[in-house]
T-cell receptor, first 115, second 112 residues
Framework: AQSVAQPEDQVNVAEGNPLTVKCTYSVSGNPYLFWYVQYPNRGLQFLLKYITGDNLVKGSYGFEAEFNKSQTSFHLKKPSALVSDSALYFC?????????????FGTGTLLAVQP | DGGITQSPKYLFRKEGQNVTLSCEQNLNHDAMYWYRQDPGQGLRLIYYSQIVNDFQKGDIAEGYSVSREKKESFPLTVTSAQKNPTEFYLCAFSIASGDEQYFGPGTRLTVT
C-alpha cells in the first residue's frame, strides 16, 4: 500500500539558514506528491505539488521541493528560513486506488525557526 | 476563506450527544472530504464525496455520518464517543483528478 513518511517530528533552524524538511514515499506507480503547511489552529495551505516533469518544483512563499525517484524522496527546501516559516508541514501522496483524489498524509514535521 | 468555510470554529459536545459540523464551498467543485487531525498522526480520512447524493467511507468512518444533498454542502455528524477530549476536524475540496485539495479553517470539537 502507498504511504509517506516524515522521519523528523521537529526541525530546528536559525533564521537566514537553509532549511530542509524530509519526506519519503512508497507507491507502486508514478507518484503524485504534495506539501502543505499548517499554522496554529488553522487549516492546511497548499504549498506545491509534483505530478510529472522537472524534479525541482517551485511553490508558494519561496519553498521548493526536489523529487528523487531513486531515493523515493520529496524533500521540502527553502534557501533562507524566516521566523514566519515556523509551522507544521505535511507531505502527502495521492492514493492510487480508484479514480479519486484521496490523499495519504504523513504525520507532520514541526519547523521551528529561531531568530 | 479560499472558497470553503467551516462552522462553528469551536463546538462543545456532551457525552452521548450528536453534533453536526458544517462545511460549505462556493466554487462549484464536485469532490469534498472530511478529515480528523490527531496529534502525531497527521490527517485521517473520515468520508469523501465525489458527486451529489454519493459518498464513501474513509479510513475512520465509524462513529460518523455525512450527507451530500447539495453540491456546495457536505455536513459531518459525530454520532458516538470521541477518542480524545478535543479533536480537530478539517473539510476540503479538490478541483479535478490528480489535483491538490484545498482546506477549510477547521472545527475544534470538545467533549464537556
Amino acid at each position: 500500500a502507498q504511504s509517506v513518511a516524515q522521519p523528523e517530528d521537529q526541525v530546528n533552524v536559525a533564521e537566514g539558514n537553509p532549511l530542509t524538511v524530509k519526506c519519503t514515499y512508497s507507491v507502486s506507480g508514478n507518484p503524485y506528491l504534495f506539501w502543505y503547511v499548517q499554522y496554529p489552529n488553522r487549516g492546511l495551505q497548499f504549498l506545491l505539488k509534483y505530478i510529472t516533469g522537472d524534479n525541482l518544483v517551485k511553490g508558494s512563499y519561496g519553498f521548493e521541493a526536489e523529487f528523487n525517484k531513486s531515493q523515493t524522496s520529496f524533500h521540502l527546501k527553502k534557501p533562507s528560513a524566516l521566523v514566519s516559516d515556523s509551522a507544521l508541514y505535511f507531505c502527502a501522496v495521492r492514493d492510487e486506488g480508484g479514480a479519486t483524489n484521496k490523499l495519504i498524509f504523513g504525520t507532520g514535521t514541526l519547523l521551528a525557526v529561531q531568530p | 476563506d479560499g472558497g470553503i468555510t467551516q462552522s462553528p470554529k469551536y463546538l462543545f459536545r456532551k457525552e452521548g450527544q450528536n453534533v453536526t459540523l458544517s462545511c460549505e464551498q462556493n466554487l462549484n467543485h464536485d469532490a469534498m472530504y472530511w478529515y480528523r487531525q490527531d496529534p502525531g498522526q497527521g490527517l485521517r480520512l473520515i468520508y469523501y464525496s465525489q458527486i451529489v447524493n454519493d459518498f464513501q467511507k474513509g479510513d475512520i468512518a465509524e462513529g460518523y455520518s455525512v450527507s451530500r444533498e447539495k453540491k456546495e454542502s457536505f455536513p459531518l455528524t459525530v454520532t458516538s464517543a470521541q477518542k480524545n477530549p478535543t479533536e480537530f476536524y478539517l473539510c476540503a475540496f479538490s478541483i479535478a483528478s490528480g489535483d491538490e485539495q484545498y482546506f477549510g479553517p477547521g472545527t475544534r470539537l470538545t467533549v464537556t
